[in-house]
């Protein structure tokens, strides 16, 4: 059942463009500026550099994603310490590192945290009111899906 506690304030945003996406992230950014600076925000390298460097914000930078800044990114989800993923990628142009962009994304899945893959999705999730509640994401290696699935089944049942 969902948890419709407030939340902390702030959420722990990770934004991470593609090359050929940067310009994207950067405008969502600039266009989300307000909504972005009540937030704990992390990124690879260049993105993270080019949102400090164009709209001031402040972001904790990892590596560049070819460089295991995407595995970075990922072990903090897989450690609970990232709430949401903004992950422009481009699906059109081969990335050497595109195992480490699916490890991510499966990461970010199975431990159930809200993934946005382009612009308009990222805005729908910046802006649902969803953001000021409370959101558990799941430990796999807990078996708390599994739990939480069985409670449903029943929940409906009932």
Known sequence: MPDHAPAP????????AHDNKKRDMLEWAEYNLDLLAGHELFATAT???????????????FRSGP????????????EGEIDL?????????????????????RVAV???????CNRATA??????????????GQDPASGQAHHDQAALRVARAG
């Open 9 to 16: 304030a702030g959420r722990r945003i990770a934004l991470i």
């Open 47 to 61: 993105t993270g550099h080019l949102l400090q460097q164009q709209l001031g914000l402040p972001v904790t930078c």
């Open 67 to 78: 460089y295991g800044g995407d595995q970075q990114i990922g072990a903090r989800i897989a």
């Open 85 to 105: 993923l903004v992950f422009l990628w481009d699906p059109l142009e081969p990335h050497p590192h595109d195992p480490d962009v699916k490890a991510l994304l």
């Open 110 to 116: 199975v431990c159930n945290i809200p993934v946005a």
């Open 123 to 136: 805005d729908f999730m910046i802006s649902s009111p969803l953001m000021g509640h409370s959101h558990q």
